[in-house]
């Protein structure tokens, strides 16, 4: 199933069984965030990746900047295990990455919480790729992905039971992200998006990818 349909499901869902008033208080937090403009300060096409110190699953350094010139890249942001959305998402990615390695490219899911929770995330989306943390939230905000919740978004979170100035230890975010980087460390494709339940179909990186696969090659 496309991710889109996948979202559209949980979505109906949480109509028919979550509060009218609580989906009318998470439409309007997400309908202010939009109108703070977050996504414009965001890395957009033609950025500089920049240097960033992530953990991988068995909590050493990794830096994806090491990769430039050797391998283009596939660099997206994960809000946490606690999110419905980037979990479907991860999920999607899933049967896509052996495509994207046969294009020479790395994947690499930067997820904002600690290595132990992305193993639990690993084991509980049964994810065939590794995670990289960004527990203290540094690479999201090199990529300028942080954005300021209102306290109409804590509130609705927190009747969720997710209590994102506990998890985060401050009353912020980051927006999900989609990067792909070129060879020489550069952004040829991205979406950024202050709604966590926008997410773009895996397939249309994979086709970006592709293409500058063909170009490198022509």
């Not at 980037?86 to 990615?93: G, K």
């Not at 790729?129 to 960004?134: E, G, K, M, N, S």
């Not at 009747?159 to 506990?166: E, K, N, R, V």
């Amino acid at each position: 199933m496309a991710l889109k349909s996948e979202i559209e499901a949980q979505q109906r869902w949480r109509m028919a069984h979550f509060p009218p008033d609580l989906h009318r208080l998470m439409d309007n937090a997400f309908m202010q965030l939009k109108q703070g403009n977050w996504a414009q300060q965001a890395l957009q096409v033609g950025a500089k990746l920049p240097s960033m110190q992530l953990k991988d699953i068995n909590g050493a350094s990794f830096d994806p900047c090491r990769l430039v010139g050797r391998q283009p890249m596939i660099v997206s942001f994960f809000c946490g295990h606690w999110s419905l959305y980037c979990n479907l998402e991860l999920r999607a990615f899933d049967a896509l990455v052996p495509q994207m390695q046969g294009f020479g490219a790395r994947f690499i899911p930067i997820v904002t919480q600690s290595v132990e929770l992305n193993i639990s995330t690993l084991r509980c989306n049964r994810l065939n790729y590794p995670l990289f943390a960004d527990a203290t939230l540094d690479a999201a905000a090199a990529c300028g992905l942080l954005m300021t919740l209102p306290e109409m978004m804590i509130d609705a979170l927190e009747q969720l039971g997710i209590d994102i100035p506990q998890r985060n230890g401050q009353a912020v975010m980051p927006m999900p992200a989609n990067y792909l980087v070129d060879l020489d460390g550069r952004i040829v494709a991205a979406h950024v998006d202050e709604d966590l339940r926008h997410r773009p179909e895996p397939e249309a990186l994979l086709h970006a990818l592709r293409q500058l696969y063909a170009d490198r090659v022509n």
